[in-house]
Structure formats: C-alpha cells, structure tokens
C-alpha cells in the first residue's frame, strides 16, 4: 500500500471550492428579554418590542405565561443568506412579583388579613382576584391561617380547556385592633 502526503486539493471528494458561500443559509436567531406584570402573565396581553433596527414586532403574551418562559416569533430574526430563510425571535418573559398575590403553579396564594370579628362571627369579605373583587364567606370562629379555596380563579391550565383555570388560595391573617 502505497501513502501520499496531501491528498487531491484537502477540501474533499468532489467539492467544488465557493460550493458552501453558494448554498441558501438561515438567518440568526435575535434574543430578547421583555417584563411584564403579575396580572398581564394571568390574563394575556399585547406588547410592542422595538427592535435594534427600529422596527417593531407586536407580541401576544398567552394568558397563564410563567416566569422565564420563551416565545418564538418566527422569522423574525436576523435575514437568511442567500435565498435562506430568516431567523426567529426568541423572547423570554419575566414576570415581575406582585404586592400580595403569589404564584404556585397554575394556583394563586393570597394572604388576606381579617378582623377579630370576622373570624369569630363569620361574615362576608371582598377578596380581591385576578379578575377583580369576589365576594367571599368567613366560616364562624375561623382561626389565623384557616385557608380558602377559590376554585377555578388561579391560571389557566396549562394543555387544558381555554376556560380551565387553578384555583386562589386565601389564608386568614387574624389582625387584632390595636387599642381593644
């Protein structure tokens, strides 16, 4: 068997040189990052994001969006090269904290502060939701950190029904008066 040094032009069997500057290639994909609020992750929202060559994109943020989530917008990216198709735009989403309201899942935890009355008489409280105010029954003699269910006022359910939501946790914080 006979060896040789080189071998026939190094850029392999048949190619032609200038054979991949020819070929269609993608564009780039362009990362971004956007903020949004509590209640826009809940319910959905438009956004506008500028672009670094000025132009704009109009993003639609599903309803139930979690923090550090993606969305892709496609071929909204960098152009291709060549004939090649344009890159897409990448956008993870933050959800900034809301005053009172946490996130578990697909449920909403709320700590809401009650009366010394109300726990122990029972009574009828507004209970502020993603959706606005609901009115909500205090079982008689509640105690500090007896939890209510709402169902069905937390997030949409991710994969579910489009009217398939989690549920609102509301825990009872017994607030004494502070002169008696």
Do not use: W
């Not at 362009?30 to 670094?52: E, Q, Y």
């Amino acid at each position: 068997m006979r060896r040789t040094r080189g071998g026939a032009g190094g850029s392999g069997a048949g190619a032609r040189p200038g054979a991949q500057a020819s070929r269609p290639m993608r564009g780039a994909d362009r990362h971004f990052n956007l903020k949004i609020g509590f209640l826009d992750a809940a319910r959905g929202c438009k956004r506008r994001l500028t672009m670094p060559d000025s132009k704009q994109l109009d993003v639609t943020i599903p309803a139930g969006l979690a923090d550090g989530q993606q969305i892709r917008l496609r071929h909204q990216g960098d152009a291709g090269r060549n004939g090649g198709e344009a890159g897409d735009a990448l956008i993870e989403v933050t959800v900034e904290p809301h005053a009172f309201f946490t996130r578990q899942g697909d449920d909403i935890h709320l700590e809401l502060p009650v009366t010394l009355d109300e726990a122990v008489l029972g009574a009828k409280i507004a209970v502020p939701t993603i959706d606005g105010m609901v009115a909500v029954a205090v079982p008689k003699s509640a105690s500090s950190g007896t939890t209510l269910r709402l169902k069905g006022r937390g997030f949409p359910l991710k994969g579910g029904a489009s009217d398939q939501r989690g549920d609102q946790y509301v825990k009872l914080k017994l607030v004494l008066p502070e002169k008696p």
